[in-house]
């Protein structure tokens, strides 16, 4: 017999494991309803200027950036992460919508193309109802930054964010039906990961999907099967490559800022960090010496640098990635345990004489821990960073900037960042390669991912009939 869908869930405060709320999860029938709404809606969002359709995000915008203390605590309180990186979150995804606001316009415009004909150009069109599964660790942004773009080509979505931050999804819901847009244009569904494959399988057009590479897996498969357009973003384990000539304050900085952002629980986080021998104890003091000034605390406090992981569930994996280090001969600097309180708390992690076949550096890991690994020069660290079935972000940090250049473009991935932290950027495209993901969020290539691209000719006289006459 067929599992019996769970009819309710619950979400937990990270922080102090306390229960925040109970959830009806959505049924087939509420999704495919939650689509058919959504199909009606096209039918009127499309026709609309672009013009017009960006006036609702720019409303939008405006609404989050009113709310952007309210949705800072529901985000933080769902996932834990801490309320100074939470309110940044909110003003990013203002910033994107205020972004396709302006510009998607003129991204749609016709593109001319020279033929034989009289008039050849490109259009392009939306393609219906999207589909969008969403993941935990960003639940507004995450979402933002796929249907923003979305949105203002004219397609309609249904969203189906974590079950770990449904408040968050239904927030933004919120937000962008109190602009007064078409209802249905947004439209949110509740639950696991059934309900993903309820809405993978209804009448969408195109499914959007961030998270793991199994599930990427699964959502490719049963899309292809439908012959659906998919977008799959599926992480990272980015590397951080500090070459001889680095400023090496810059790069102790930057490690610390990109590994534990989020509490580490990011995609574009740094994820291995490779350092030529001849800086590396130096970069290795100062690291150590920032890491350990960073607060762990009440996510909702201002002063807190660290809070919890998002559950117990991601905790013990992290343990688990530490401890197999350990035991293969990498060495604590720092941390390596759980913290003594309530809630799912890790304590920031440095590990050093890592290898590249401990889980560490082979697996992608999301939380407060740190591999650093010497390497003889910029040759072995190229090879090395490329030695990952991951190709999402990179970063490179030296003086001699088009030396730092040039090993940057030998490292296989989507997005790579010299002397600065990986970021996703609305003006630029994000994506990867490999296991990384299939396809584009974020600048214009992102907005024509879900698009039809039409190529028109217009002849003045058909070249046949003309060929037929002579």
């Not at 495919?32 to 199909?39: G, I, L, P």
Request: positive net charge; contains cysteine.
């Amino acid at each position: 017999m067929p599992s019996r869908e769970p009819t309710w869930f619950e979400t937990i405060n990270p922080a102090t494991g306390k229960t925040l709320k109970r959830y009806k999860s959505s049924t087939k029938t509420d999704v495919d309803k939650a689509v058919t709404k959504a199909r009606k809606a096209f039918e009127k969002w499309h026709q609309l200027s672009s013009s017009k359709r960006a006036i609702y995000l720019e409303r939008t915008a405006k609404t989050l950036r009113a709310q952007k203390e309210k949705l800072a605590r529901i985000i933080t309180q769902e996932m834990g992460k801490p309320i100074k990186e939470s309110l940044p979150e909110v003003a990013k995804c203002a910033w994107a919508l205020e972004y396709y606001s302006e510009n998607g316009p003129k991204f749609l415009n016709p593109e001319i193309v020279k033929t034989d004909a009289n008039d050849s150009y490109l259009s392009f069109e939306p393609l219906g109802v999207i589909g969008s599964i969403m993941p935990w660790n960003f639940p507004l942004w995450q979402c933002i930054r796929f249907a923003a773009p979305s949105l203002m080509v004219g397609n309609t979505t249904v969203f189906k964010p974590s079950s770990i931050t449904p408040q968050s999804g239904l927030a933004l819901q919120n937000a962008f039906e109190s602009t007064g847009m078409i209802t249905g244009c947004f439209s949110i569904v509740l639950g696991s990961s059934q309900v993903a494959n309820h809405l993978i399988e209804s009448d969408t057009a195109a499914i959007s999907f961030t998270g793991s590479v199994n599930a990427g897996r699964m959502v490719a498969q049963r899309a292809s099967s439908q012959l659906k357009k998919f977008v799959l973003e599926l992480g990272g384990s980015d590397p951080f490559i500090v070459l001889e000539d680095a400023d090496v304050e810059a790069a102790s900085t930057g490690a610390v800022a990109g590994r534990f952002i989020n509490n580490g629980q990011s995609c574009i986080a740094t994820k291995r960090i490779f350092v030529v021998k001849k800086v590396l104890d130096e970069f290795l003091e100062k690291f150590v010496k920032k890491t350990k000034s960073l607060r762990v605390g009440d996510p909702l406090s201002p002063e807190t640098d660290i809070g919890p992981m998002v559950g117990e569930d991601a905790l013990k994996t992290l343990d688990g990635q530490v401890k197999d280090a350990v035991r293969q001969g990498a060495n604590l600097e720092l941390g390596g345990e759980r913290l003594r309180r309530k809630g799912s708390f890790y304590a920031p992690t440095i590990l050093t004489n890592t290898t590249p076949r401990m889980r560490i550096m082979k697996e992608e890991t999301f939380g407060p821990a740190a591999p650093v690994m010497a390497v003889k020069d910029e040759d072995e660290a190229i090879q090395l960073a490329n030695d990952s079935e991951f190709g999402l972000g990179a970063s490179v940090w030296g003086t001699d900037t088009r030396r730092a250049e040039k090993v940057a473009r030998g490292v296989s991935a989507g997005l790579v960042t010299v002397n600065n932290v990986v970021v996703s950027d609305p003006r630029m495209p994000f994506g990867g390669v490999r296991h990384s993901g299939i396809g584009r969020e974020l600048s214009r290539y992102g907005m024509l991912e879900f698009t039809n691209i039409k190529s028109v000719r217009v002849y003045e006289k058909s070249p046949l009939a003309h060929a037929h006459v002579e």
